[in-house]
Nanobody, 119 residues
Framework: VQLQACGGGLVQAGGSLRLSCAASGRTFSRYAMGWFRRTPGKERELVAA????????RYADSAKGRFTISRDNAKSTVYLQMNSMKPEDTAVYYCAADLVGTWYRPDYWGQGTQVTISS
């Protein structure tokens, strides 16, 4: 599985962004999908994840109520809708695929997309 993330950019605090991650291959629907972010000096954080069917989601406390993860298995794409964004959301965001869904060691990673929130 190859993952291609896009949708990052620069927005003002309070604004919104929608990240997309398109997967190649015909096994996308077998994988749980997630979005991680990394900021210099901080540990990598699992922001949101969705199971293979799209029916079960999980969020970091920092994302609850503001971010929504979804997937379209017909399009082999996972999305992260981010609203009410804050400067502390600034990071490089990575999509990932995990066959087991534990997120201890994802199987595949996208290339990362920069998200910058100005105050």
């Amino acid at each position: 599985v190859q993952l291609q993330a896009c949708g990052g950019g620069l927005v003002q605090a309070g604004g919104s962004l929608r990240l997309s991650c398109a997967a190649s291959g015909r096994t996308f629907s077998r994988y749980a999908m997630g979005w991680f972010r990394r900021t210099p000096g901080k540990e990598r954080e699992l922001v949101a994840a969705v199971d293979f069917s799209g029916t079960s989601t999980r969020y970091a406390d920092s994302a609850k109520g503001r971010f929504t993860i979804s997937r379209d298995n017909a399009k082999s794409t996972v999305y992260l809708q981010m609203n009410s964004m804050k400067p502390e959301d600034t990071a490089v965001y990575y999509c990932a695929a995990d066959l087991v869904g534990t997120w201890y060691r994802p199987d595949y990673w996208g290339q990362g997309t920069q998200v910058t929130i100005s105050s």
